[in-house]
Protein backbone atom coordinates (compact mmCIF):
# COMPACT_ATOMS: atom_id res chain seq x y z
CA UNK A 1 0.00 0.00 0.00
CA UNK A 2 3.06 2.19 -0.28
CA UNK A 3 2.53 2.85 3.81
CA UNK A 4 4.49 3.53 6.54
CA UNK A 5 4.04 1.91 10.20
CA UNK A 6 3.20 4.41 12.54
CA UNK A 7 5.44 4.09 15.84
CA UNK A 8 2.60 5.47 18.04
CA UNK A 9 -0.84 6.43 17.59
CA UNK A 10 -1.06 10.06 18.51
CA UNK A 11 -2.71 11.41 22.07
CA UNK A 12 -5.86 13.24 19.86
CA UNK A 13 -6.19 9.55 18.45
CA UNK A 14 -8.08 8.39 21.73
CA UNK A 15 -10.66 11.50 21.30
CA UNK A 16 -10.74 10.03 17.54
CA UNK A 17 -11.96 6.38 18.66
CA UNK A 18 -13.51 7.42 21.63
CA UNK A 19 -16.22 9.49 19.03
CA UNK A 20 -16.41 7.16 16.44
CA UNK A 21 -17.31 4.11 18.49
CA UNK A 22 -19.39 6.54 20.75
CA UNK A 23 -17.71 4.24 23.69
CA UNK A 24 -15.17 5.46 26.79
CA UNK A 25 -11.57 5.67 26.98
CA UNK A 26 -11.03 2.04 28.39
CA UNK A 27 -13.30 0.88 24.97
CA UNK A 28 -11.50 3.15 23.27
CA UNK A 29 -8.13 2.35 24.64
CA UNK A 30 -9.32 -1.74 23.71
CA UNK A 31 -9.99 -0.68 20.14
CA UNK A 32 -6.82 1.30 19.88
CA UNK A 33 -4.64 -2.02 20.99
CA UNK A 34 -6.54 -3.96 18.10
CA UNK A 35 -5.36 -1.61 14.94
CA UNK A 36 -2.28 -1.60 13.47
CA UNK A 37 -1.73 2.50 13.28
CA UNK A 38 0.04 3.66 9.58
CA UNK A 39 1.23 7.26 8.05
CA UNK A 40 0.04 7.85 4.16
CA UNK A 41 1.77 11.19 2.57
CA UNK A 42 -0.20 13.81 0.78
CA UNK A 43 -1.82 11.85 -2.55
CA UNK A 44 -0.37 8.65 -1.05
CA UNK A 45 -2.50 5.45 -1.80
CA UNK A 46 -4.43 3.54 0.84
CA UNK A 47 -6.73 1.58 -0.94
CA UNK A 48 -5.89 0.84 -5.10
CA UNK A 49 -8.84 -0.38 -7.04
CA UNK A 50 -8.18 -4.10 -7.86
CA UNK A 51 -6.13 -4.51 -4.45
CA UNK A 52 -7.13 -7.05 -1.97
CA UNK A 53 -8.35 -5.23 0.83
CA UNK A 54 -8.84 -7.44 3.63
CA UNK A 55 -8.97 -3.73 6.82
CA UNK A 56 -11.65 -1.99 7.91
CA UNK A 57 -10.23 1.81 7.92
CA UNK A 58 -10.83 4.53 10.99
CA UNK A 59 -9.24 7.76 9.76
CA UNK A 60 -7.81 9.25 12.69
CA UNK A 61 -6.02 12.61 11.46
CA UNK A 62 -5.54 14.15 8.12
CA UNK A 63 -8.64 13.70 4.69
CA UNK A 64 -8.86 10.60 2.55
CA UNK A 65 -10.84 10.84 -0.38
CA UNK A 66 -12.60 7.73 -2.66
CA UNK A 67 -12.46 8.50 -6.20
CA UNK A 68 -13.25 6.61 -9.79
CA UNK A 69 -12.43 7.88 -13.60
CA UNK A 70 -15.42 7.81 -15.55
CA UNK A 71 -15.43 6.67 -19.43
CA UNK A 72 -14.73 9.95 -20.93
CA UNK A 73 -11.64 9.77 -18.58
CA UNK A 74 -13.03 12.80 -15.79
CA UNK A 75 -12.10 12.55 -12.23
CA UNK A 76 -14.87 11.69 -10.00
CA UNK A 77 -14.97 11.70 -6.43
CA UNK A 78 -17.13 9.41 -4.93
CA UNK A 79 -16.71 10.42 -1.39
CA UNK A 80 -14.89 12.33 0.97
CA UNK A 81 -13.26 10.87 4.40
CA UNK A 82 -12.79 13.59 7.33
CA UNK A 83 -11.44 12.62 10.91
CA UNK A 84 -13.74 9.81 12.52
CA UNK A 85 -14.89 8.10 9.17
CA UNK A 86 -14.39 4.69 8.56
CA UNK A 87 -13.77 3.04 4.77
CA UNK A 88 -13.26 -0.48 3.74
CA UNK A 89 -16.12 -1.86 5.51
CA UNK A 90 -17.17 -3.16 1.86
CA UNK A 91 -15.12 -6.15 2.66
CA UNK A 92 -16.58 -7.31 5.65
CA UNK A 93 -19.12 -8.65 3.24
CA UNK A 94 -16.95 -10.54 1.66
CA UNK A 95 -16.25 -8.75 -1.21
CA UNK A 96 -12.30 -8.48 -0.79
CA UNK A 97 -11.55 -6.62 -3.98
CA UNK A 98 -11.39 -2.80 -4.05
CA UNK A 99 -13.81 -1.29 -7.14
CA UNK A 100 -12.09 2.47 -6.01
CA UNK A 101 -9.07 4.28 -4.91
CA UNK A 102 -8.91 5.59 -1.94
CA UNK A 103 -5.97 8.31 -1.67
CA UNK A 104 -4.99 10.91 1.17
CA UNK A 105 -6.03 14.10 0.27
CA UNK A 106 -3.56 15.16 3.01
CA UNK A 107 -1.00 13.61 5.07
CA UNK A 108 -3.14 11.01 7.13
CA UNK A 109 -2.63 8.33 9.86
CA UNK A 110 -5.51 5.24 10.20
CA UNK A 111 -6.05 2.42 12.43
CA UNK A 112 -6.69 0.05 10.34
CA UNK A 113 -8.86 -3.44 11.55
CA UNK A 114 -8.61 -7.04 10.05
CA UNK A 115 -11.82 -7.98 9.24
CA UNK A 116 -12.20 -10.66 11.60
CA UNK A 117 -10.67 -8.29 14.09
CA UNK A 118 -13.37 -5.99 14.05
CA UNK A 119 -16.54 -8.21 13.39
CA UNK A 120 -15.00 -9.83 17.05
CA UNK A 121 -14.65 -6.27 17.88
CA UNK A 122 -18.06 -5.42 17.33
CA UNK A 123 -19.71 -9.04 18.45
CA UNK A 124 -18.30 -8.82 21.76
CA UNK A 125 -18.76 -4.94 21.93
CA UNK A 126 -22.41 -4.54 21.25
CA UNK A 127 -21.96 -0.37 21.55
CA UNK A 128 -19.17 -0.42 19.26
CA UNK A 129 -21.40 -2.49 16.86
CA UNK A 130 -24.29 0.44 17.24
CA UNK A 131 -22.27 3.18 16.54
CA UNK A 132 -20.65 2.13 12.99
CA UNK A 133 -24.35 0.84 12.37
CA UNK A 134 -25.37 4.99 12.58
CA UNK A 135 -22.23 5.40 10.49
CA UNK A 136 -22.89 3.48 8.19
CA UNK A 137 -26.69 4.15 7.67
CA UNK A 138 -25.60 8.19 8.05
CA UNK A 139 -22.82 7.44 4.94
CA UNK A 140 -25.23 6.10 2.83
CA UNK A 141 -27.98 8.44 3.16
CA UNK A 142 -25.52 10.81 2.20
CA UNK A 143 -24.00 8.67 -1.01
CA UNK A 144 -28.24 8.58 -1.60
CA UNK A 145 -28.85 12.31 -1.34
CA UNK A 146 -25.44 12.96 -3.48
CA UNK A 147 -26.49 10.56 -6.38
CA UNK A 148 -30.22 12.36 -6.08
CA UNK A 149 -28.73 15.51 -6.51
CA UNK A 150 -26.29 14.83 -9.46
CA UNK A 151 -29.75 14.36 -11.09
CA UNK A 152 -32.45 16.48 -9.86
CA UNK A 153 -29.85 19.90 -9.50
CA UNK A 154 -28.60 22.16 -12.13
CA UNK A 155 -24.69 22.53 -11.59
CA UNK A 156 -24.93 25.70 -9.39
CA UNK A 157 -27.60 23.77 -7.75
CA UNK A 158 -25.32 21.34 -6.44
CA UNK A 159 -22.79 23.96 -5.08
CA UNK A 160 -24.86 25.66 -3.37
CA UNK A 161 -26.00 22.17 -1.51
CA UNK A 162 -22.42 21.52 -1.19
CA UNK A 163 -21.52 24.58 0.83
CA UNK A 164 -24.85 24.39 2.94
CA UNK A 165 -23.77 20.93 3.55
CA UNK A 166 -20.13 21.84 4.36
CA UNK A 167 -20.90 24.35 6.80
CA UNK A 168 -23.50 22.78 8.80
CA UNK A 169 -20.84 20.10 9.55
CA UNK A 170 -18.68 22.54 10.80
CA UNK A 171 -21.01 24.47 12.83
CA UNK A 172 -23.74 22.38 13.76
CA UNK A 173 -24.21 24.05 16.91
CA UNK A 174 -23.38 27.53 15.78
CA UNK A 175 -24.92 30.65 15.06
CA UNK A 176 -23.23 31.46 12.39
CA UNK A 177 -22.21 29.01 9.72
CA UNK A 178 -19.13 28.91 7.77
CA UNK A 179 -16.13 26.58 6.23
CA UNK A 180 -12.58 26.81 7.64
CA UNK A 181 -10.37 26.91 5.52
CA UNK A 182 -12.32 28.32 2.76
CA UNK A 183 -13.23 25.17 -0.13
CA UNK A 184 -10.52 25.35 -2.89
CA UNK A 185 -12.59 25.86 -5.77
CA UNK A 186 -10.89 22.82 -7.58
CA UNK A 187 -11.56 20.52 -5.20
CA UNK A 188 -15.21 21.74 -4.90
CA UNK A 189 -16.03 21.40 -7.95
CA UNK A 190 -14.80 17.80 -8.03
CA UNK A 191 -17.18 17.10 -5.53
CA UNK A 192 -19.73 17.91 -7.15
CA UNK A 193 -19.23 16.75 -10.72
CA UNK A 194 -18.47 20.09 -12.24
CA UNK A 195 -15.66 22.69 -13.35
CA UNK A 196 -13.94 24.92 -11.81
CA UNK A 197 -15.08 27.50 -13.64
CA UNK A 198 -18.97 26.88 -12.39
CA UNK A 199 -17.90 26.83 -9.07
CA UNK A 200 -16.54 30.09 -9.17
CA UNK A 201 -19.01 31.64 -10.93
CA UNK A 202 -21.47 29.92 -8.48
CA UNK A 203 -19.49 31.22 -5.32
CA UNK A 204 -18.62 35.17 -6.92
CA UNK A 205 -22.74 35.72 -7.65
CA UNK A 206 -23.41 34.65 -3.78
CA UNK A 207 -20.81 36.69 -3.02
CA UNK A 208 -22.22 40.02 -4.85
CA UNK A 209 -26.10 38.91 -3.86
CA UNK A 210 -24.61 39.06 -0.08
CA UNK A 211 -25.53 35.76 0.60
CA UNK A 212 -21.94 34.41 1.14
CA UNK A 213 -18.20 36.53 2.21
CA UNK A 214 -15.03 35.45 1.74
CA UNK A 215 -12.10 36.52 4.05
CA UNK A 216 -8.39 34.61 3.96
CA UNK A 217 -9.29 32.06 6.38
CA UNK A 218 -13.22 30.85 5.76
CA UNK A 219 -16.24 31.58 3.82
CA UNK A 220 -19.20 32.65 6.23
CA UNK A 221 -22.78 31.96 5.21
CA UNK A 222 -24.15 35.18 6.03
CA UNK A 223 -27.65 34.36 4.42
CA UNK A 224 -28.30 30.42 4.93
CA UNK A 225 -32.00 30.50 4.31
CA UNK A 226 -31.32 32.70 1.04
CA UNK A 227 -28.64 30.34 -0.24
CA UNK A 228 -31.44 27.35 0.40
CA UNK A 229 -33.67 28.94 -1.70
CA UNK A 230 -31.22 28.72 -4.61
CA UNK A 231 -31.07 24.79 -4.21
CA UNK A 232 -32.75 23.68 -7.65
Known sequence: MGTTLA??????????????????????????????????????????????????????????????????????????????????EAALSGDTTAHEDIRAVSASRTGAFANHQFVSLMSAHPAIALAVSRLLVSRLGNATRRFTEGFTLTAAGRVHAELLRRA???????????????????????SVQSTRETVSRAVNALE???????????????????????VY
Not at 208 to 217: A, C, S
Open 168 to 190: EKQNAAAAQLEIRPPPVFSELAL
Open 208 to 230: KRGIVKRTDDALIIVAPHRLEEL
Open 7 to 88: HVPDHDAVAVFRSAFDCGDDLAAVAMRIARFFDYPARGAIIEEGQECADVHLLTCGHARKQAVSIEGRMIVVEDYREGDLFG
